[in-house]
T-cell receptor, first 113, second 113 residues
Framework: ETGVTQSPTHLIKTRGQQVTLRCSSQ?????VSWYQQALGQGPQFIFQ???????GRGNFPPRFSGLQFPNYSSELNVNALELDDSALYLC????????????FGPGTRLLVL | AQSVTQPDIHITVSEGASLELRCNYS??????LFWYVQSPGQGLQLLLK??????LVQGIKGFEAEFKRSQSSFNLRKPSVHWSDAAEYFC???????????FGAGTTVTVRA
């Protein structure tokens, strides 16, 4: 059984640019969630996808958007990057019928200059 | 809305000594509670979870946690700490049919020889 994987591991962007982060869910998982973890803080919920539709969203602006694909892989897109978007972005997936238990990937560290 | 408080920002413990990390939650009903560990530069690993039933739950790596409804607490314990336990620990709360996890700010554990 493979775990949750994310790519890239690190990324440097400039303010105003756009970025796409990718996540491959653990085998058999059909729900994926994205979290933002700023330095020295706990993760903050961005949104969740279930069966390719957004299933819930945290307090993040619309320039944060996502996609889930039929193979349950997922993307997080952030437009018009701001300096405060610099953070570790974590993807988590869950089993059908046990969506409350989330398994996290290693994260993508984004630095916005 | 649910929330989590981890009162201790940083704890230093000697190798072989016991460890207790505090977690207090706010939620109107019985919450789903989790402890995750994050090693430097890594994602989150699930240590243990509580949904219902026995209030003392066992997890991986020799950790256990006790749910106390009267104190709105879910403290994590380990009888004898190993140097490899040095990491950041996050308590999280979820709710039935609400797949968002709300995390505390984390407690950093340093293990001294």
């Amino acid at each position: 059984e493979t775990g949750v994987t994310q790519s890239p591991t690190h990324l440097i962007k400039t303010r105003g640019q756009q970025v796409t982060l990718r996540c491959s869910s653990q085998s058999g998982h059909n729900t994926v969630s994205w979290y933002q973890q700023a330095l020295g803080q706990g993760p903050q919920f961005i949104f969740q996808y279930y069966r390719e539709e957004e299933n819930g969203r945290g307090n993040f602006p619309p320039r944060f958007s996502g996609l889930q694909f039929p193979n349950y892989s997922s993307e997080l897109n952030v437009n018009a990057l701001e300096l405060d978007d610099s953070a570790l972005y974590l993807c988590a997936s869950s089993f059908p019928g046990n969506q409350e238990t989330q398994y996290f990937g290693p994260g993508t560290r984004l630095l916005v200059l | 809305a649910q929330s989590v408080t981890q009162p201790d920002i940083h704890i230093t413990v000697s190798e072989g000594a016991s460890l207790e990390l505090r977690c207090n939650y706010s939620y109107g009903a019985t919450p789903y509670l989790f402890w995750y560990v994050q090693s430097p530069g890594q994602g989150l690993q699930l240590l243990l979870k509580y949904f219902s039933g026995d209030t003392l739950v066992q997890g991986i790596k020799g950790f256990e946690a006790e749910f106390k409804r009267s104190q709105s607490s879910f403290n994590l314990r380990k009888p004898s700490v190993h140097w490899s336990d040095a990491a950041e620990y996050f308590c999280a709360v979820g709710a039935p049919n609400d797949y968002k996890l709300s995390f505390g700010a984390g407690t950093t554990v340093t293990v001294r020889a």
